[in-house]
């Protein structure tokens, strides 16, 4: 039975967003700051991926089918990760471009626009990302004016730049940060 098939045997649209209302939180709501995250985790892994570093992005990643709160997201991000081979994984570009194709699926099956991987490869850095950020979260403050201040972008990045100092750490023979 495909996910769609389960999704609507159990009275689901197998479209986002799903039963996530039923808790207060649309896909709409938590989809874009979930999608920004995976991107910055990606972004974050070290330029060379040793055994260690795969194991926790892959079990990262698997995770989320887990935790979305979305059914139908679930089930999908289920379905996507559960091939995925670890040793597949061997730099931050490939986690990038993991996520890349992932989100790229997702926009699909949702009928929105797909970024093509060439210009992913041309615009994917820090700096680009906390640039969109800013974008972002520029919309939301003329949106909804609470809680989009300029203290919250400096704690965004204090700890996007704490995540890239543990990975880095963690990949340091003896770490015991982070581990199985």
Request: positive net charge; aromatic residues 10%.
């Amino acid at each position: 039975m495909s996910i769609d098939e389960d999704a609507a045997s159990r009275g689901i649209s197998a479209r986002c967003p799903t039963d996530s209302w039923k808790r207060g939180i649309s896909a709409d709501e938590w989809g874009p700051d979930g999608w920004c995250l995976l991107h910055f985790v990606a972004m974050a892994m070290p330029p060379a991926l040793d055994a260690t570093s795969r194991f926790r992005f892959v079990s990262y990643v698997r995770t989320l089918a887990f935790v979305l709160p979305c059914y139908a997201c679930r089930r999908h991000c289920h379905a996507y990760f559960e091939s995925l081979e670890q040793c597949a994984l061997r730099t931050r570009w490939d986690c990038v471009t993991l996520i890349g194709d992932f989100h790229n699926a997702v926009n699909v099956r949702l009928g929105k626009p797909v970024v093509h991987p060439d210009i992913r490869s041309r615009t994917i850095s820090v700096e680009c990302a906390i640039s969109s950020y800013r974008r972002f979260r520029e919309s939301v403050r003329r949106a909804c004016p609470v809680f989009t201040t300029d203290e919250e972008l400096e704690c965004f990045r204090g700890h996007f730049r704490m995540l890239r100092e543990l990975l880095t750490e963690s990949d340091r023979p003896g770490s015991s940060n982070f581990s199985r």
